[in-house]
C-alpha cells in the first residue's frame, strides 16, 4: 500500500539516522520530503544522500521560529515526523544522577510538545504525525531510567493527542536498538560490542535505520491507524 505519492512530508530530526532512512524511503514513495536538523554534519550528509530528490534545512527541535519557518516553506503538511533526540541523556542509575543530568533527558519531550504545537495549523485534515520513541520506555534495564521515563512520556503524549488531535493520526515508532551514528564512539568495538547488547533478543543483532523507517511509512500509510504503537525491536522488549 502506497498512500505517499505526491503528499508532503516534514521530518524534524531528518538528516541522519532512522530520520534520514525515513526521509529516503518516503522519497522513494513519491511524496514530497523537508528533512531537518540542526546538526552542519549531518545536513551535509543529508544533503550529499538526498542528490537533490528532497529538501534539507537547518532547525532545532526546540526552536520554535525556525520550525514554523520549515513549516510555511513546505505549506500544507500531509506528515510530520518528529525523530530528534532533543534532550542530553545520562545513562547511570538513577541515584547517582543529578537532578538536572535526570531532566536534561525531558528535552525530547519539550521538542516533541513544541513541534506539534508549531505544527498543528499546517496540517492536513487528514493527516499524521508520528514519534519515534524507544523500547526502553517498556523494557527497562539497570542505568536507564531516564531514557525510559521520557520515552514512556513521549508514547503517553501521542495517545493524548491522537484523542485530542482526532481526525489527524497520531502514532509512537518504537526502536530498539539500532545500528547508527550514536554508537560510532565504540570504534572498532562497535560490531562486537552491538553483538553483545544484543545477544538476548530474539533477533540477535541490532537493526538497521531503513528497517525503522519502514514502520514509519507504515503508520503513515495507513489510514486505519492511530494512538499505536508499532515496536521495530528485534524482540528486544519480550527478551
Not at 500500500?1 to 532512522?18: F, P, R, W
Not at 537547518?58 to 525523530?83: K, M, N, P, S, T
Not at 531532566?103 to 504545537?117: F, Q
Not at 527497562?140 to 488531535?165: D, F, T, W, Y
Request: glycine share 12%; with cysteine.
Amino acid at each position: 500500500m502506497n498512500e505517499l505519492n505526491g503528499k508532503t512530508v516534514v521530518i524534524v530530526g531528518g538528516t541522519a539516522g532512522i530520520g534520514l532512512a525515513a526521509a529516503k524511503a518516503a522519497t522513494a514513495a513519491g511524496a514530497k520530503v523537508w528533512a531537518a536538523g540542526r546538526s552542519e554534519a549531518h545536513r551535509n550528509k543529508a544533503v550529499a544522500a538526498a542528490a537533490g530528490t528532497f529538501a534539507v534545512r537547518e532547525a532545532d527541535i526546540h526552536d520554535a521560529q525556525a520550525l514554523e519557518a520549515l513549516f510555511r516553506e513546505a505549506g500544507r503538511i500531509d506528515h510530520l515526523v518528529l525523530c530528534a533526540i532533543g534532550g542530553e541523556r545520562t545513562l547511570k542509575p538513577f541515584l547517582e544522577q543529578t537532578e538536572d543530568q535526570f531532566k536534561a533527558a525531558y528535552g525530547k519531550l519539550w521538542g516533541y510538545a513544541k513541534a506539534v504545537r508549531v505544527g498543528a495549523p499546517f496540517l492536513a485534515a487528514d493527516g499524521s504525525i508520528t514519534l519515534v520513541s524507544g523500547s526502553p520506555a517498556r523494557k527497562i534495564k539497570p542505568g536507564q531510567s531516564a531514557l525510559s521515563c521520557v520515552g514512556g512520556a513521549v508514547e503517553n503524549l501521542a495517545r493524548c493527542l491522537a484523542v485530542e488531535m482526532a481526525p489527524v493520526r497520531v502514532n509512537i515508532v518504537s526502536p530498539g536498538t539500532i545500528d547508527t551514528a550514536m554508537f560510532d564512539w565504540m570504534g572498532e568495538a562497535r560490531e562486537e560490542r552491538l553483538k553483545a547488547v544484543t545477544g538476548s533478543h530474539l533477533i540477535q543483532r541490532a537493526g538497521t535505520p531503513e528497517e525503522v523507517a519502514e514502520g514509519v511509512l507504515f503508520v503513515m500509510n495507513n489510514r486505519f491507524v492511530t494512538g499505536t504503537t508499532v515496536d521495530v525491536d528485534g524482540g528486544r522488549i519480550l527478551s
